[in-house]
T-cell receptor, first 114, second 112 residues
Framework: DGGITQSPKYLFRKEGQNVTLSCEQN?????MYWYRQDPGQGLRLIYY???????QKGDIAEGYSVSREKKESFPLTVTSAQKNPTAFYLC?????????????FGDGTRLSIL | GQQVMQIPQYQHVQEGEDFTTYCNSS?????IQWYKQRPGGHPVFLIQ?????EVKKQKRLTFQFGEAKKNSSLHITATQTTDVGTYFC????????????FGTGTRLQVFP
């Protein structure tokens, strides 16, 4: 069954700690995205990658980092520089970089500060 | 930068009543997509509209794309409790990009 898997579902971060959120897809999609969703808000783009070994900053990249070493994987690290990390993080993918492709989302990771 | 405004922010309806959410952009859009996010869940793609004036239906849901391709609407006829969730519109940031800008969403609550 094809899809996007995000882990963990819940994550707690201590002060000064970096944490990494996992995102894996078996849809053979080229493009992958990370969004942040705050309560009652829309989705804001953190980082995106249109192809392996390439990624670009989105609207709110400060305090975050990513890598795209494999097509299937696009992990997001929330660094200690992100002072307000509590949010719902969603990973998505789309077939390619064309503008008419729907995005498929994972179940998300809820990150909280301890 | 480009913004996609969505109204209303919240809508509470009695089961059986109709519901409409509207999405507006200041710029012409190449296409518009609609997603539904159930409470505690993730956005799920519903439909994409591409042509000026296009109308598409999915059972009780009717999606429209404006003639000028700057606005869109989602109408639900005779809401059911299963329609509860937040409905987002999303559009490409420019004509040749896969990056979407999402509307602020309309949260629908249906009372039985």
């Amino acid at each position: 069954d094809g899809g996007i898997t995000q882990s963990p579902k819940y994550l707690f971060r201590k002060e000064g700690q970096n944490v990494t959120l996992s995102c894996e897809q078996n849809l053979n999609h080229d493009a992958m995205y990370w969004y942040r969703q705050d309560p009652g808000q829309g989705l804001r783009l953190i980082y995106y990658s249109q192809i392996v070994n390439d990624f670009q900053k989105g609207d709110i990249a400060e305090g975050y980092s990513v890598s795209r070493e494999k097509k299937e994987s696009f992990p997001l690290t929330v660094t200690s520089a992100q002072k307000n990390p509590t949010a719902f993080y969603l990973c998505a993918s789309s077939r390619d970089r064309a503008s008419n492709q729907p995005q498929h989302f994972g179940d998300g990771t809820r990150l909280s500060i301890l | 930068g480009q913004q996609v405004m969505q109204i209303p922010q919240y809508q509470h309806v009695q089961e059986g009543e109709d519901f409409t959410t509207y999405c507006n952009s200041s710029t012409t859009l190449s296409n518009i997509q609609w997603y539904k996010q159930r409470p505690g869940g993730h956005p799920v793609f519903l439909i994409q509209l591409v042509k000026s004036g296009e109308v598409k239906k999915q059972k009780r849901l009717t999606f429209q794309f404006g003639e000028a391709k700057k606005n869109s609407s989602l109408h639900i006829t005779a809401t059911q409790t299963t329609d509860v969730g937040t409905y987002f519109c999303a559009a490409p940031r420019s004509y040749n990009t896969d990056k979407l800008i999402f509307g602020t969403g309309t949260r629908l609550q249906v009372f039985p």
